[in-house]
């Protein structure tokens, strides 16, 4: 019962902006690390950045100083800057929440539905 949602996809021209969004609701009693990720056509997932719930951020090599990964934990939402775009960010790209569902329970991992982000050169 835990839905993420995803927003802020699109198409942008190179050396563009984009700020994704990822809203986890349903039953969350708390939210451990948040990342996203990333999968372009023909190519496997890959991870983006991630961000702990004390704040702590690993970005991939590929998009470090480019992205800035954050979190409103009021809001169960995590966002993903992006920068300075170029065509090789073309991808579908996913959120993944690290939910506890209740006191009593370990944390899962959830996936978003994904969000389609296009660079145009």
């Known amino acids: 019962q835990v839905q993420l949602v995803e927003s802020g996809g699109g198409l942008v021209q190179a050396g563009g902006s984009l700020r994704l969004s990822c809203a986890a609701s349903?039953?969350?009693?708390?939210?451990?690390?948040m990342g996203w990720y990333r999968q372009a056509p023909g190519k496997q997932r890959e991870l983006v950045a991630t961000i702990t719930s004390g704040g702590s951020t690993v970005y991939a090599d590929s998009v470090k100083g480019r992205c800035s990964i954050s979190r409103d934990n009021a809001k169960n939402t995590v966002y993903l800057q992006m920068n300075s775009l170029k065509p090789e960010d073309t991808a579908v790209y996913y959120c993944?929440?690290?939910?506890?569902?209740?006191?009593?329970?370990?944390?899962?991992?959830?996936w978003g539905q994904g969000t389609q982000v296009t660079v145009s050169s």
């Open positions: 349903g039953s969350v009693f708390s939210i451990n690390a």
């Open positions: 993944n929440v690290d939910v506890v569902r209740s006191s009593s329970l370990s944390p899962r991992a959830y």
